[in-house]
């Protein structure tokens, strides 16, 4: 019966993600790559596929591309590695390679270029191995309409000016990102000496109360919403990504929209907080038969000239790791170097869920915030700043160390 239940699965998801493909008929003697991604919506698949064929014609293969949702493209690809029909070459979340490379699921891979960040490293690395090929780094920050800069620099500002803030409703795998930083202010943490952050349960009370009190005048819906109402004028301020200002840009009417690059602290009297660092690489599962050329395949789509193809074409993409310095920096690029990684992804993997649902707790449902606090403390992911990334800015105000 298991061997039965085994063959079935194997049969259903190779069904499954092959129908997904491109279908079309292929010379026999024309070595085939499957390829799956996340950039799934109707223009940025053009652009990806688009790539790929440059390097089809370049390699003289083929490249089978199946789409997948973010929404559920994690439970689909450990189906497949489960059943062994992953495919040659995958994208994935900079969040999920640790956990593949304990599974011994992914093989090391090839890397060509150098990247700036010490913080992509850690997430793509083990004992000096690349197990992931860096493609896009992300991360969050607040993005307010011109004229209230001076009112959205603290916690504290915020409730006491009244802004329409944009608070995130429960979304999977995007709530920390926009709520998470309001509890990393420099003054409130404490960094271990190897960078590890310590947060108490105190602390995050105080902020919960304050995230509270900013709900009461706040908007409250999903990301694209919130990021809609802002270029609507229909909030003020909130935490979000830079391709907002790009796309705002490309409206007929653009609005008069600003990007702050520091995440506000809690209290007036201190400077800036951390973001959290995310990001999109390529992996190498392992079972596939042609290594040499998925490397190929992972080391072309992760080049520097298809990267700024792909934030120029869809900027959701996320930034360039390869130019990001510490002089005349964006915004932008001074939160990217001011972030914080989750430190043990592979229990963050199962503990995320929960954590963002008690994140929203904070306003919606009846806990109370003592309840609450300490649920977000209990379930706090473990979080690491790279000191020879943040400190380049210089050390903050406030910032203790162990």
Not at 23 to 48: C, N, Y
Not at 66 to 91: C, E, R, Y
Not at 158 to 178: A, D, M, Q, R, T
Not at 329 to 346: G, H, K, N
Request: glycine residues 6%; charged residues 20%.
């Amino acid at each position: 019966m298991k061997g039965f239940a085994s063959r079935y699965l194997v049969v259903f998801l190779t069904a499954l993600f092959v129908s997904c493909g491109s279908g079309a008929d292929k010379p026999s003697d024309v070595p085939t790559l499957t390829f799956w991604h996340m950039w799934s919506e109707p223009h940025q698949a053009r652009v990806i596929d688009s790539l790929v064929r440059v390097f089809e014609q370049k390699h003289n293969c083929t490249v089978d591309i199946t789409l997948l949702s973010w929404a559920n493209a994690k439970q689909k690809i450990d189906l497949a590695i489960n059943a062994g029909v992953a495919p040659d070459v995958l994208h994935s979340s900079l969040d999920w390679v640790h956990e593949y490379r304990q599974a011994k699921v992914i093989q090391e891979v090839e890397i060509h270029e150098e990247y700036l960040l010490p913080s992509v490293h850690s997430m793509c690395t083990h004992n000096g191995a690349f197990f992931a090929v860096p493609w896009t780094v992300n991360t969050r920050t607040l993005v307010c309409r011109s004229g209230v800069q001076s009112q959205v620099q603290s916690l504290e500002n915020i409730v006491e000016s009244g802004i329409v803030f944009g608070l995130p409703s429960y979304e999977p795998h995007n709530v920390h990102k926009k709520l998470l930083p309001l509890f990393l202010s420099f003054q409130d943490i404490t960094i271990d000496s190897t960078g590890n952050v310590i947060i108490s349960e105190q602390h995050v009370l105080r902020v919960a109360k304050l995230i509270k009190q900013i709900s009461k005048n706040g908007v409250v819906d999903n990301s694209r919403k919130i990021d809609n109402y802002l270029l609507q004028g229909k909030v003020e301020a909130t935490i979000t990504g830079v391709w907002l200002l790009e796309k705002n840009e490309k409206t007929s009417n653009p609005l008069d929209v600003v990007a702050i690059g520091d995440i506000p602290s809690v209290s007036k009297d201190y400077r800036y907080g951390l973001s959290i660092l995310g990001g999109d690489c390529i992996l190498l599962p392992k079972g596939g038969h042609k290594d040499q050329l998925s490397n190929k395949l992972a080391t072309f789509l992760t080049s520097k000239s298809v990267v700024d193809n792909l934030a120029e074409s869809f900027p959701e993409a996320g930034t360039s790791p390869f130019e990001i310095g510490s002089k005349n920096l964006s915004p932008f690029e001074r939160q990217l170097l001011a972030c914080a990684t989750i430190s043990d992804p592979v229990s963050w993997v199962n503990n995320q869920g929960a954590f963002e649902k008690a994140l929203t707790k904070i306003y919606t449902g009846n806990n109370t915030l003592e309840d609450v606090a300490e649920e977000i403390t209990e379930r706090f992911p473990k979080l690491k700043i790279h000191q020879s990334s943040v400190f380049r800015l210089g050390k903050p105000n406030g910032a203790k160390e162990e």
